[in-house]
């Protein structure tokens, strides 16, 4: 499927299957062995949840999210901001800056997006 890769903004239909991405990641996870795979189960699984509870998919808020997921949510938010995708243009640097740091700080701790952007030097 290439839904995601399509130009032009997603239908709230095609967003709703988008959004499904992060329980079938964690179902193809799910019940690993290794240390490693139950940390990706929990990425997968956690990554699109918001701090204000209006993520997906569990729809969890605060510090109910996994700080693992938090983490790459953070990660997750800078690589989509700072990359051009078929569906839209790279972010312009002042404007990628506020961005980045507004939906980083969003979707995790404030503290850990305030970190990012230092390290980051956004």
Same mark, same amino acid.
């Given at each position: 499927?290439?839904?995601?890769?399509? *130009?032009?903004?997603?239908?709230?239909?095609?967003?709703?299957?988008?959004?499904?991405?992060?329980?079938?990641?964690?179902?193809?996870?799910?019940?690993?062995?290794?240390?490693?795979? +139950?940390?990706?189960?929990?990425?997968?699984?956690?990554?699109?949840?918001?701090?204000?509870? @209006?993520?997906? *998919? +569990?729809?969890?808020? &605060?510090?109910?999210?996994? /700080?693992?997921?938090?983490?790459?949510?953070?990660?997750?938010?800078?690589?989509?901001?700072?990359?051009?995708? *078929?569906?839209?243009?790279?972010?312009?640097?002042?404007?990628?800056? /506020?961005?980045? @740091?507004?939906? &980083? &700080?969003?979707?995790?701790?404030?503290?850990?997006? +305030?970190?990012?952007?230092?390290?980051?030097?956004?």
């Amino acid at each position: 499927m290439t839904t995601w890769m399509e *130009p032009g903004k997603l239908t709230d239909e095609e967003f709703d299957i988008i959004k499904g991405h992060a329980a079938i990641g964690a179902r193809l996870l799910a019940n690993g062995h290794s240390e490693f795979v +139950q940390l990706a189960e929990v990425i997968a699984l956690s990554h699109h949840e918001r701090w204000d509870g @209006r993520g997906y *998919p +569990q729809r969890l808020e &605060a510090e109910a999210i996994p /700080l693992e997921g938090r983490i790459v949510a953070i990660a997750d938010v800078f690589d989509a901001l700072t990359n051009e995708r *078929p569906y839209k243009k790279r972010g312009q640097s002042t404007k990628l800056r /506020l961005k980045s @740091r507004n939906r &980083a &700080a969003s979707s995790s701790t404030l503290a850990a997006s +305030q970190h990012f952007s230092k390290c980051a030097s956004i």
